[in-house]
């Protein structure tokens, strides 16, 4: 289909689309939603930003029996922030009907929560732990319904999540359709997806993940001094609205925020240590910019959207490199400019090389007098070291190599044949040499 007109939906789902001002569905939309509509579980490879979010809830809307007041769908995601913005799609799209919805997230009072379900709600939306825990109490009944969804599966299975939402998918029914939705699909999750799904379709959306034209990428070598330092230097010449820096662990995030705060940066921080009610204080302070800069784990990079951010810092380069384009997704959003700035030691070579395979095209940047300013590409000085390697493998052959004393017809092909062998030898050499030095 490549309208919303093209579908036969029910008239308040047409209408609802209509109100959203959706007129052409998205690639992941006209992959997945026909398979929704026929009950084929399907896993759903895709970035954040692509449509995700509206592929399920459209064709779960459509398939959902108002007659019926029981559990007909369960959609899970990994933070509470998460669960929420999924729960107010939902809600913009159920306006003029008689469809039962309840979000269910942690931080909240839990016998409250099952006070509310007195009566069973037709979709739940929550996060694994609280379904869980109301499950278990018996009070949210799942067993009645066929479908599933896990959004952000890879977040989840990091966050410790994926047991959570086995114990309770294990209480549904064996005609369970399971729609997972993750950015990447780790071997780690593939156990799981097979105790549940057979067979599933696999829609991968391979696009890169566009990069927003209105963002700057910074790269900024340590050189001599430590990570802190530069760190400290890099706060002080920028002069953000609201600045993101990344660190790949919660451990990590508490030493940076701490060692800013200790010289006079006033800090926040979000990661998965924080309780549910510090979290929630911290994300109010941030939505009243009480905190020009913000340490982050990954959790923020997919897990939480914070509006007004002008700078990412890499503090930090992540595990997985596909975090990079999450990291920097932050800012630059809704036509505004974003900078993104990546601190480097030379180690970090190899992996900024692979960033760049992105379409990352970085500028060389140093502190001079407590400004950022340019300076020589990183790339002249890797070619000019690969140069310099390249001249003595070169004298290393012509070494080895000698113009016969009697030449024959070909001689010249013959011997550029056993330079080349004896360069490709020695390359090979150096590589192994450099491998294991690491």
């Known amino acids: 289909m490549s309208k919303y007109t093209d579908y036969s939906f029910q008239p308040f789902l047409r209408d609802a689309i209509e109100e959203l001002g959706f007129k052409n569905p998205t690639r992941i939309q006209k992959e997945i939603i026909p398979l929704i509509l026929k009950g084929k579980s399907a896993i759903g490879q895709s970035h954040t930003g692509t449509g995700k979010t509206h592929s399920f809830l459209i064709p779960i809307l459509e398939r959902i029996n108002q007659n019926k007041q029981e559990v007909q769908a369960v959609i899970t995601a990994p933070t509470r ?183 006079h940066v006033k800090t926040g921080r979000i990661h998965g240590d924080l309780t549910p009610r510090d979290r929630k204080k911290m994300m109010k302070q941030v939505r009243e910019l009480e905190f020009q800069y913000i340490v982050a784990t990954d959790l923020a990079a997919r897990g939480i959207d914070i509006p007004g951010v002008s700078h990412v810092i890499n503090y930090e380069l992540p595990q997985d490199l596909e975090f990079f384009i ?57 070619k000019r070291e690969g140069n310099k390697k390249e001249d003595e493998i070169d004298r290393i052959a012509k070494s080895k190599v000698r113009k016969p004393k009697k030449v024959k017809p070909g001689y010249k092909r013959n011997m550029r044949w056993e330079m080349d062998a004896i360069k490709k030898k020695e390359r090979r050499k150096r590589s192994k040499a450099r491998a294991k030095n690491k």
């Open 81 to 263: 922030e998460l669960a929420q913005q999924i729960y107010n799609e939902l809600g913009k799209m159920i306006v003029n009907t008689e469809i039962q919805t309840k979000l269910f997230i942690g931080g909240t009072d839990k016998q409250r929560s099952i006070d509310k379900l007195k009566s069973q709600p037709q979709i739940v939306v929550g996060t694994p732990g609280r379904i869980r825990d109301l499950v278990n109490e018996q009070a949210l009944l799942v067993h009645t319904a066929t479908m599933l969804v896990i959004d952000e599966a890879d977040l989840a299975f990091d966050l410790g999540f994926i047991e959570d939402i086995d114990q309770f998918a294990s209480q549904m029914g064996d005609d369970l359709e399971m729609y997972v939705f993750s950015a990447t699909v780790p071997e780690s999750l593939q156990p799981f997806l097979k105790k549940y799904m057979s067979s599933p379709t696999h829609v991968h959306m391979n696009d890169k993940r566009p990069v927003a034209e209105n963002l700057d990428f910074y790269l900024v070598p340590t050189r001599s001094q430590s990570k802190n330092a530069k760190l400290l230097e890099v706060v002080n010449a920028i002069n953000p609205f609201l600045c993101i820096i990344f660190t790949n662990t919660r451990k990590q995030a508490d030493y940076v925020a701490d060692f800013l705060a200790n010289n």
């Open 326 to 382: 999450h990291r920097v997704g932050r800012t630059a959003r809704a036509g505004n400019k974003g900078l993104a700035i990546t601190i480097f030691e030379p180690s970090e070579e190899d992996a900024i090389a692979r960033i760049e395979k992105m379409d990352i095209k970085f500028e060389a940047k140093d502190l001079k007098n407590g400004e950022l300013v340019d300076m020589k590409a990183r790339n002249t000085r890797l």
